[in-house]
């Protein structure tokens, strides 16, 4: 099963400047981290299809899928870029498909050294899993494998620069650089979790993936009753 979920994570960077009165613009340098939040997954196991009887208690097993804090690390020194003559310089963040996903973020005056900056956000990524039963009468319930895959949307940064600082001027010249942080498509290993029991007696079984407060960020997925999963 597959489904789009959002992580969060916090963006953390280091800007340094150099070449502020080069006609063609500074240089950039950015290095940091992004920190992701965790990705887990929650099997329900149930006697009965939901909606088919009065409600009964389900079992539930957690499993972690990635870690919190599973880091990225990166150094980018962009292209010359900007208006020249100790520009205003500015950061926002955009994800794969070019759409911001946080304000724009003063760093400073190019001369002035740039400032550290640290942004909470939300990574969007694809995530797969795939599930598998052994024996399904086992008094203790099931044992339950799970194989998963996650790849990231993407995450650029976008560096603007103004001859005057933002809003405080009716026209102001700017221009931008983009820098891609994390291509889209890139794989996070997940690592194969242990195997999870649940209910006996031949149950439904339902997953549905969850944040690291095991909230749910999908819908729930059907997989069938246990023996089904085990051919």
Not at 75 to 95: C, M, R, T
Not at 130 to 140: A, I, K, M, Q, W
Not at 161 to 167: M, S, T, Y
Request: negative net charge; aromatic residues 6%; hydrophobic residues 35%.
């Amino acid at each position: 099963m597959r489904s789009r979920v959002g992580i969060p994570g916090r963006f953390g960077l280091e800007a340094d400047a150099a070449g502020c009165f080069n006609n063609h613009g500074p240089q950039i340098t950015l290095r940091g981290e992004l920190s992701l939040g965790g990705l887990n997954g929650k099997l329900i196991f149930r006697n009965n299809r939901q909606g088919t009887h009065e409600a009964e208690e389900d079992a539930t097993a957690s499993v972690v899928l990635l870690e919190e804090g599973e880091t990225i690390t990166f150094a980018k020194q962009p292209s010359l870029g900007g208006v020249g003559g100790n520009p205003w310089i500015y950061l926002e963040l955009l994800d794969g498909r070019n759409r911001p996903i946080s304000d724009e973020v003063l760093l400073g005056r190019c001369v002035q050294g740039l400032m550290t900056s640290e942004m909470d956000l939300i990574m969007a990524g694809v995530a797969e899993a795939d599930v598998t039963s052994g024996d399904c009468n086992n008094s203790g319930g099931p044992e339950i494998t799970i194989d998963g895959d996650l790849r990231l949307g993407g995450l650029s940064a976008n560096l603007i620069f103004r001859n005057n600082e933002k809003g405080t001027h009716e026209h102001d010249e700017k221009t931008e650089v983009s820098i891609v942080i994390v291509p889209a498509g890139s794989p996070v290993e997940i690592p194969k979790p242990p195997p999870l029991g649940g209910a006996g007696g031949n149950p439904h079984i339902f997953f549905v993936f969850t944040d690291g407060d095991d909230q749910p960020i999908s819908d729930e997925f059907y997989l069938g009753r246990c023996v089904q999963l085990s051919k």
